[in-house]
Every structure is written in structure tokens, then in C-alpha cells.
């Protein structure tokens, strides 16, 4: 390896991660994130960087535990960034120069995410506000004040929502997420929304006069907005008054922005015509409201960013921006394993791409002179800041303006995935990688792992994948593909899966698997491993009751049993409707025949099951079924549970935690392998 080392799994531990750069009014310089793991291990700390766009020179701008979303002033004197202290997030604000971070915000549950008003007068901060069903039980409010011995007694928890829990934020506490706008001056929080619904993406006119955002509200005679998967743009003035309702039903809005004249909207958005499969596309929309008009029409490809990594989690992707000169709209497009910058001019010029292929960009800021800040990550970068300073070249180059991670690539050596194309025997064009150990000698076999996505709507790609790098390191090659019913191939790609699971998705993992071996000599056919999470373990669980090739399995957050997820799940009672075709109790034997756990009595392949204990997307009541039934037909299995793990465990999650998980997956192959 030419001094270089292999990758480990604590390796994590030195990996730093960017994200957020914002360029500052004045020119001349952004800020950004950096975030690492803490110095405990069981956690993560994060930071502000300014970063000078001449010299180049980057240094330290806060020193908080956890710094985050920070957003220039208007006038660019001032910073304000969202600051993590003893347990509550709320706005401060430092000035540009530096110096002391003051806390402007108060608010009871914290500051989720704000924006600056035009004017710079104050922020439009969205936080959560109480609308708990106890608080109208009388018997709730009945106690006596002084009844300190009542109020240390457990209390219970009431629950009138079908959506009652979130993987994200566990069980529904009663809250709703609400705008209010801040003066800095003052701290005063003003409401601007309420009610019985929670904000989703929001702006801020640049007149100042109007401020959008995404929700469904409910109609009088509409008891919650559970049921509905389709919600609406409103308007309001800043102090909440005159709300309008802009868009039409039969949409599911994501994000939006506003133009420079403040007259349009430009929205991410799905018509819902193939369900949770739909292609989100891009659509103007006059501030008057009406129909959407769709921008993509003409392009079939998913406009926001849907590549999965191990990298980030629940992290914010940028888009869709106007272009400073209100010309074009800018962005992302989940295209063949990449994320790139789409431009879209407004006059019905033709689209185009604004970064290269085989890289993930996930965040990215135009600056004063046209030139493009992006956040990016290949297969051998967790993610740097570049300068795109001629975007209407295609052969331009881009300037890297970070090296967060000195260590990997000259201290580690790292494998460069190798991409290929096959056509399956019904005739789709599936792209997959194969990533091969260091140092194989012709004639030599080695052991391989079949890799597979989660969604099923998303996709692989060219990003820092350390699993992937770390299974390598250990003498594996990896196989990687996307399957149909995966993002970055078209609409009728994305869709195939649907109502088939088990079926077209289980055959193009098989022949992936029959193409590597004839392609790549090094592939032992014998000493094949499997793996993968959410929907890559339902497939892994599905793969090992219908097929013996493989020698060792691991499977991650999975369901096995369609019947109990549909009441489990966090998204359970629309999901299988949509995904599988049915419900519980009218589609019985539908979703029985599509449930991996009735196929248990042909499982025989050593499988090691991994699951979070507050996973609330795939309930770990999954995998207790799973190993039961494993461990009764005294199968080799074992259940590893991660305590406080959700179902960004691989990618968010405690850090140490993560690290165990690779470490287990790593020896159980390296045991039955």
C-alpha cells in the first residue's frame, strides 16, 4: 500500500464533515460547518470556519459545543447561527469581525431553523409549540397546584393521531412546529402560524412584504391532517395576517424559494401520480397563486437530492434557488449515482448541468459574480468546499477551497470503485460498482458482499461510503448496485418496485450478482456475503429464504413481516399501502406473500440481525420476529440491539454505537466467510 494503511472502523472518530457554506453580502469570504465526533465518543461537537476566498486561509470563528445553520445579515455585519447549550437550541448573534456570541431567542422548545427578514430587522424562526390533547381534558387541569406528591406520579400518555410517533423525534409529545418572527433587539417572539398542523420549508419575500411556507391545513370538518399526503404553499404577511392558500390540491410540495422581484415562487414538488415513487420536478408558481407550472417536464430525473451515504444524516440539500439575476433556477438533479447542480433558465432555454458526474454535491451557494460555492463528496472524500468560478464552462475545473480530511487518501489507502452497466433478462439498463481489495494477484479469489440500498427510492452512487471502504480494507470486494425501483434512472425505473417486491428487485440483485462473477475473475462464487438496510434488509432477509448462494448475511433496521409493520411503523399505514398494495386486515395474504418472514423455513445462511432499540421506522419488533422464528428452526443467527439507536444509526447515530456496528458486521462475515 505504499506506506498507507488500512481503514478501520475507529477511523470514524477523525473523519470531519462540512456542510452549510454561506457566502458573505459583502463578497470576499463565507462561513461554514465543521462538525466531528466529540472527544468522549459519544457524541458530536460543531463549529463555525471563515474561510477567506482569496488567500484561501481558513480559521475558527466560534467555539461552541454545537454551532450551527449559520446566516449572514443582510448588510453582512452580524452573524446568527443556531447554538446547542445545555440541551436547547437557540438564535445568537455574533458580529462579523468575531467577538462574543449573544443568545437572542427564548423560545420554550427551541429554535428548529430561522431566516433573516430583507431589512435585517429580524428573523423568522420555526419552533415547536404545545397543542397537546391533555391540556383539553379537564381532569388533567383539575389538580391542585400544590399537590407535589400527584405530580411526581407517572402520567399518562394520550393519543388521538394515527401518526403518533417519529423516528426522528420518538413518541408525538403534543407539539407543532410554528413560525414566529424575532427582533434581535428585543427577543420578543411573535407568533405568525398556529394550529392544528406543522410548518414544513418557509421564506421570506425579498420586499419583505409576504412570508411562505409548506403545510396542510385542516378544514373545519377535517378532524387532523394524518391522512393527507398532499399538502399546500400559503402566504401571510409577516405579522400572520391574510393568509392565502397558492397551489391547488393534488401536490406534494418539499421546498420553495422566492424570486429576486419577489412576484413568483420556484418549488420542489411531486404530482403524486406514482405515489411515494413520483420524480419530484421543478415548478414555478405566480405569487397570485394557480396551477404550478413544471419546468422538467422534459427531463426525467429526480430534482432533489436522494443519494445514500454513511456520511450525513438529516441534513438539509439546497434548493431550488433563483439565480441572483433572476435569470434561471438553480437545483439538484439525482442523476446515474450522481447529485449534480441543474440549471434551469426561465426564458425555455434548454436545462443543463452546471457540475461535473460521479460526485454528490449536497449543498451549494451562487456567489456575487455568478461562481458556485458547493459542498461535494466522491468515493474517496466524506465531503469538501469547491469553487466552481466558471459554471457555464463544462471544462472548467473546480477549485477546492478545504481538506477536512488530510488523513484519508495519505495516511489510508482507499479503494476507487470501478462502475459498470448490464442489461437484465427483461430488459432494463442497471448501473452497479464493484470495489476490489488492495494487492489481489491474477489467479487469486476473494471473498465478496453484496451490498444494498435502503428506500427503495434512493440510490448509490459516487459518494465516501466507510462501510464499504472498511470491508474492502478487510479483503472483501463489494458489489453495489441499483435496482429497479431505485432513484437516478427515470419515472417508470423509480416505480417498478411497486406492488413487485421480492420480484423484479430480487432478480436484478441475482443477475447483478451472475455478472459480477463473469466479469471479474477475482469474485469467489463460493464465498458470497449479503447485507444491507431498511429495504436492503427486507431484501436481505428476503434473499436467504429463496436462495442458498450466499455463505453469510447481515441484515440492518429490516422489516420481515408487512402484516405488523403496517401498525408499527412511524409511516407503516401509508407506506405498505403504497408500496405493497394493502392493508391488514383486507389484503391479508398480499402482504403475507410479500413478508420475508414467510419464507423462514427455507432460511439455512448464517444471519447476523442488527437493529436500533428506538428504531420507529422498522419497530426492532421486526427483527424479535425474525430471530425468534431463526433461533426456533435452531438456525445459526444472532441479534445484536443498540440501545437509544433510531434508524439513522448508521449515519447520525451515537458515534461509538456506529463503530460496534461496523465491527459486528466485519466479524461476521469474517466468521462464516
Given at each position: 500500500?505504499?506506506?498507507?494503511?488500512?481503514?478501520?472502523?475507529?477511523?470514524?472518530?477523525?473523519?470531519?464533515?462540512?456542510?452549510?457554506?454561506?457566502?458573505?453580502?459583502?463578497?470576499?469570504?463565507?462561513?461554514?460547518?465543521?462538525?466531528?465526533?466529540?472527544?468522549?465518543?459519544?457524541?458530536?461537537?460543531s463549529h463555525l470556519r471563515m474561510l477567506d476566498l482569496g488567500s484561501q486561509k481558513d480559521k475558527p470563528f466560534t467555539f461552541g459545543e454545537q454551532d450551527h445553520s449559520p446566516a449572514w445579515s443582510p448588510d453582512g455585519s452580524q452573524l446568527a447561527l443556531i447554538r446547542k447549550s445545555e440541551g436547547q437550541a437557540q438564535v445568537w448573534l455574533i458580529a462579523a469581525d468575531g467577538g462574543e456570541a449573544q443568545q437572542i431567542s427564548e423560545l420554550q422548545h427551541g429554535v428548529n431553523s430561522f431566516l433573516w427578514s430583507p431589512d435585517g430587522s429580524s428573523l423568522l424562526v420555526k419552533s415547536a409549540v404545545d397543542i397537546s390533547l391533555k391540556q383539553q381534558i379537564s381532569a388533567a387541569d383539575s389538580r391542585e397546584e400544590d399537590d407535589s406528591a400527584e405530580k411526581l406520579l407517572p402520567q399518562?400518555?394520550?393519543?388521538?393521531?394515527?401518526?403518533?410517533?417519529?423516528?426522528?423525534?420518538?413518541?408525538?409529545?403534543?407539539?407543532?412546529?410554528?413560525?414566529?418572527?424575532?427582533?434581535?433587539?428585543?427577543?420578543?417572539?411573535?407568533?405568525v402560524t398556529s394550529g392544528h398542523y406543522d410548518i414544513g420549508d418557509y421564506a421570506w419575500s425579498p420586499d419583505g412584504k409576504r412570508i411562505a411556507w409548506i403545510t396542510h391545513i385542516p378544514a373545519e370538518d377535517e378532524h387532523h391532517t394524518d391522512f393527507s399526503l398532499t399538502n399546500h404553499v400559503y402566504t401571510s404577511r409577516p405579522d400572520g395576517s391574510d393568509i392565502q392558500q397558492l397551489t391547488p390540491e393534488g401536490y406534494t410540495f418539499y421546498r420553495l424559494s422566492f424570486a429576486p422581484d419577489a412576484q413568483s415562487l420556484a418549488l420542489l414538488a411531486s404530482d403524486r401520480t406514482y405515489g411515494n415513487a413520483t420524480l419530484a420536478k421543478l415548478y414555478t408558481l405566480p405569487i397570485s397563486g394557480g396551477e404550478p407550472s413544471c419546468l422538467s417536464s422534459h427531463w426525467d430525473v429526480q430534482l432533489n437530492h436522494s443519494l445514500v451515504g454513511d456520511m450525513r444524516s438529516h441534513l438539509v440539500p439546497t434548493g431550488p434557488l433563483y439565480s441572483r439575476d433572476g435569470s434561471s433556477i438553480l437545483c439538484l438533479a439525482s442523476i446515474h449515482g450522481s447529485v449534480r447542480i441543474a440549471r434551469f433558465p426561465l426564458d425555455g432555454g434548454h436545462a443543463e448541468y452546471l457540475s461535473p458526474d460521479e460526485c454528490e454535491v449536497?449543498?451549494?451557494?451562487?456567489?456575487?459574480?455568478?461562481?458556485?460555492?458547493?459542498?461535494?463528496?466522491?468515493?474517496?472524500?466524506?465531503?469538501?468546499?469547491?469553487?466552481?468560478?466558471?459554471?457555464?464552462?463544462?471544462?472548467s475545473k473546480a477549485v477546492r477551497l478545504t481538506l477536512s480530511n488530510p488523513q484519508l487518501g495519505q495516511d489510508i489507502w482507499l479503494c476507487t470503485p470501478e462502475t459498470f452497466w448490464f442489461d437484465t433478462s427483461d430488459g432494463q439498463r442497471v448501473q452497479g460498482w464493484i470495489m476490489k481489495p488492495h494487492g489481489v494477484v491474477d489467479g487469486v479469489k476473494?471473498?465478496?458482499?453484496?451490498?444494498?440500498?435502503?428506500?427503495?427510492?434512493?440510490?448509490?452512487?459516487?459518494?465516501?461510503?466507510?462501510?464499504?471502504?472498511?470491508?474492502?480494507?478487510?479483503?472483501?470486494?463489494?458489489?453495489?448496485?441499483?435496482?429497479?425501483?431505485?432513484?437516478?434512472?427515470?419515472?417508470?425505473?423509480?416505480?417498478?418496485?411497486?406492488?413487485?417486491?421480492?420480484?423484479?428487485?430480487?432478480?436484478?440483485?441475482?443477475?447483478?450478482?451472475?455478472?459480477?462473477?463473469?466479469?471479474?475473475?477475482?469474485?469467489?462464487?463460493a464465498r458470497l456475503g449479503v447485507t444491507g438496510g431498511s429495504y436492503g434488509g427486507f431484501m436481505t432477509n428476503w434473499i436467504v429464504g429463496h436462495t442458498h448462494r450466499f455463505k453469510a448475511a447481515v441484515t440492518q433496521?429490516?422489516?420481515?413481516?408487512?402484516?405488523?409493520?403496517?401498525?408499527?411503523?412511524?409511516?407503516?399505514?401509508f407506506f405498505t399501502e403504497d408500496q405493497i398494495g394493502g392493508n391488514a386486515w383486507d389484503d391479508t395474504e398480499k402482504l403475507w406473500k410479500h413478508s420475508p418472514l414467510a419464507y423462514v423455513g427455507n432460511v439455512q445462511t448464517p444471519l447476523l440481525i442488527l437493529h436500533g432499540e428506538q428504531d420507529l421506522r422498522c419497530p426492532i419488533e421486526q427483527a424479535e420476529q425474525l430471530y425468534v422464528a431463526l433461533k426456533r428452526r435452531k438456525q445459526t443467527t444472532r441479534l445484536v440491539r443498540f440501545p437509544g439507536a433510531n434508524h439513522e444509526l448508521s449515519r447520525g447515530g451515537h458515534p461509538y454505537l456506529r463503530v460496534r456496528r461496523l465491527e459486528h458486521i466485519v466479524g461476521w462475515f469474517n466468521e462464516y466467510l
Open positions: 500500500m505504499n506506506g498507507k494503511r488500512a481503514i478501520t472502523s475507529e477511523d470514524l472518530y477523525q473523519i470531519t464533515w462540512v456542510n452549510d457554506p454561506v457566502p458573505s453580502p459583502q463578497g470576499g469570504k463565507l462561513v461554514y460547518v465543521s462538525r466531528q465526533t466529540n472527544d468522549k465518543h459519544d457524541g458530536y461537537r399518562e400518555i394520550i393519543v388521538d393521531r394515527i401518526r403518533m410517533k417519529s423516528d426522528e423525534s420518538g413518541l408525538w409529545n403534543g407539539r407543532r412546529a410554528h413560525l414566529f418572527v424575532i427582533a434581535p433587539v428585543r427577543a420578543e417572539a411573535i407568533p449536497y449543498q451549494f451557494a451562487e456567489l456575487e459574480q455568478g461562481q458556485i460555492v458547493a459542498a461535494a463528496a466522491d468515493a474517496q472524500h466524506p465531503g469538501d468546499l469547491y469553487l466552481y468560478e466558471s459554471p457555464n464552462d463544462p471544462e476473494v471473498p465478496t458482499i453484496l451490498e444494498i440500498h435502503g428506500g427503495p427510492h434512493m440510490m448509490y452512487g459516487f459518494t465516501f461510503m466507510h462501510e464499504f471502504q472498511l470491508l474492502v480494507a478487510q479483503g472483501y470486494a463489494v458489489v453495489y448496485i441499483n435496482p429497479r425501483g431505485g432513484l437516478g434512472y427515470g419515472q417508470q425505473f423509480v416505480n417498478a418496485c411497486r406492488g413487485d417486491y421480492g420480484g423484479g428487485d430480487y432478480r436484478d440483485l441475482m443477475e447483478s450478482v451472475d455478472y459480477a462473477v463473469s466479469r471479474y475473475s477475482f469474485i469467489d462464487p433496521r429490516s422489516i420481515c413481516n408487512w402484516l405488523s409493520f403496517y401498525g408499527v411503523s412511524d409511516i407503516g399505514y
